[in-house]
């Protein structure tokens, strides 16, 4: 049913979006087994293409991470199938299946929609969930409005935070504080206007503080964290998109 669908192309979707600069491409696709999140994307540099007849290419990577997030208890879209389409052995296009996540809308949705006082209230949520995300080795590297959902779990549990894009997801148990501290940086480049305005002191303190909270079981030197986060609240958002091998942080002995 799935890959009939598929076959159809883009008619058969209803929600397209192409990237062609990078050969990418998702849609909402509705069949009469359920509704689905797709993505798909071409391998059309020839190196690539060699390199997938021994390594890992396309989308696989996105799928072990969905299954690592699973298999460690962490909530994320439900996997479905894993497409790869080749000549000659060599991977041409994947195509990544996850069940559509229901009853959710985009944290970009929700921070549009909410109040000002509601918006806190959410940015507390956020970074709760991905300062707890760290203490399992989690750190998502592109943690922007549209990679985060909020699903309602019923009037008992309110709204659950889960993140999707998982390709983005840096897994590793040898995470440290530097690393804890480049990616509270980048939030404040991910996360930023219109979605969320950085140089409100409340705004900011909100999500960085919920983020420390959610992550102090794993950090070795708390107050040096909170000193950082001071520093960075006081600079009101302004950070360059950073690589992390790329990075020192602020504080440290030139």
């Not at 991470?65 to 909530?75: D, E, K, R, T």
Request: charged share 25%; with cysteine; glycine share 8%.
């Amino acid at each position: 049913m799935l890959e009939s669908a598929l076959e159809r192309g883009p008619d058969a979707f209803e929600s397209f979006v192409e990237e062609p600069r990078r050969g990418g491409w998702w849609g909402r696709l509705a069949t009469s087994s359920g509704t689905y999140f797709v993505k798909g994307r071409k391998l059309r540099d020839r190196r690539r293409q060699f390199a997938s007849l021994l390594l890992p290419r396309g989308l696989e990577g996105e799928w072990r991470q969905l299954l690592w997030f699973l298999n460690n208890g962490l909530a994320t879209a439900a996997p479905v199938a894993l497409l790869e389409y080749r000549w000659l052995g060599m991977l041409q296009l994947s195509v990544l299946i996850t069940g559509w996540v229901p009853n959710s809308r985009t944290f970009a949705e929700a921070m549009t929609a909410a109040e000002p006082e509601a918006r806190n209230e959410l940015l507390q949520k956020a970074g709760d969930y991905l300062g707890t995300l760290y203490c399992k080795g989690v750190l998502h590297r592109q943690p922007h409005a549209m990679n985060l959902l909020l699903v309602d779990r019923g009037p008992s549990v309110g709204e659950e935070v889960l993140t999707v894009d998982l390709k983005h997801a840096w897994i590793s148990d040898v995470l440290d504080d530097d690393d804890f501290l480049w990616w509270l940086e980048q939030s404040a480049y991910w996360l930023r206007p219109p979605k969320l305005d950085w140089t409100d002191p409340v705004a900011a303190d909100s999500f960085y503080r919920a983020a420390v909270r959610g992550a102090a079981p794993a950090l070795s030197d708390p107050a040096r964290i909170d000193a950082y986060v001071d520093r960075l609240i006081q600079r009101g958002g302004r950070v360059e998109k950073r690589h992390r091998q790329n990075w020192q942080p602020a504080d440290t002995p030139s």
